[in-house]
């Protein structure tokens, strides 16, 4: 295998892929299609681990990419694990450790079985709130065997994914989420066999306090959903850039690789946009 110097690293960031439309789901037939026009233009997904050793000066392949999922729905193991098994990639998912729980495996695509119902996103809020996210989130049972095969690796996405700094009992937020953090990767040593040290924040929030904690509690790779910027050899692993894939074309998602991992069209495009979304703030 040829390895160039992969000038930054393309982070994408999915929820759900189901057949339930949705403004965070893509459409298995799309994410197929995805996988299907990067495996034909020679890209290849990178470990957590090829991740961390790239920040410490290792070589990846030039068109190196991580794909990522929040939350843990069950339509990642319904339709996103086959299809991503069928086409070679491998993938992250960041789990809410208190919504999971025991259980047998349920049918996924392509095993005999009629499959489960995979609601979409406010639905399965809905049902996590009224406390039955079993009907809308992975066991622990199709974690085990994702783990298993290798496709798929599981770090923290906090314990119960919620917004500290906007609940009822904000003066206490540090309090909670230092619990939070130290819950879930406990839980997730146990379910898994090791001490996570990626960390992905629950809604996209953090703050300095939160960094500290997190950093006292283990962990060290933290996941954002900032979309402008490039995860280059240089970059902070406490702030690493992702954007959010839409329900379209393998072509589409190319064309955002492409502008994403470019040393010269990027910086151009993440000022731009940044510059944007400061417009609109200040109007």
Not at 49 to 65: D, E, N, T
Request: aromatic fraction near 12%; include cysteine.
């Amino acid at each position: 295998m040829l390895f160039g110097n992969a000038s930054s690293i393309p982070v994408l960031m999915y929820h759900h892929v189901s057949p339930s439309a949705g403004s965070i789901t893509t459409s298995p037939s799309n994410f197929e299609n995805q996988l299907k026009w990067l495996k034909n233009h020679g890209y290849q997904t990178i470990t957590t681990k090829q991740y961390a050793a790239y920040l410490k000066g290792h070589r990846l392949p030039a068109k190196s990419i991580m794909i990522t999922f929040d939350d843990g729905y069950l339509d990642n193991w319904v339709y996103a694990f086959p299809i991503l098994q069928k086409w070679g990639f491998n993938a992250v998912i960041f789990l809410v450790t208190s919504w999971l729980n025991d259980g047998p495996v349920r049918p996924s695509l392509g095993f005999e079985g009629n499959l489960p119902e995979t609601p979409d996103h406010k639905e399965c809020e809905r049902r996590i709130a009224a406390g039955k996210s079993d009907e809308v989130i992975l066991r622990w049972s199709e974690v085990a065997q994702m783990q298993a095969s290798g496709t798929i690796e599981f770090h923290s996405h906090t314990d119960t994914h919620t917004r500290w700094d906007l609940s009822d009992d904000k003066a206490n937020k540090n309090l909670h989420m230092m619990e939070e953090l130290a819950r879930s990767r406990q839980v997730l040593a146990s379910r898994l066999g090791y001490a996570t040290e990626h960390l992905c924040w629950p809604q996209g929030y953090f703050d300095n306090d939160y960094i500290e904690l997190a950093r006292q509690a283990g962990y060290r790779y933290f996941y954002t959903t900032k979309a402008f910027g490039q995860n280059k050899p240089s970059s902070s692993p406490e702030s690493i850039h992702r954007f959010a894939v839409r329900n379209t074309s393998g072509e589409s998602v190319g064309r955002r690789i492409w502008v994403a991992r470019n040393p010269l069209v990027a910086p151009i495009f993440n000022n731009w946009k940044r510059w944007k979304r400061s417009r609109r703030e200040r109007t």
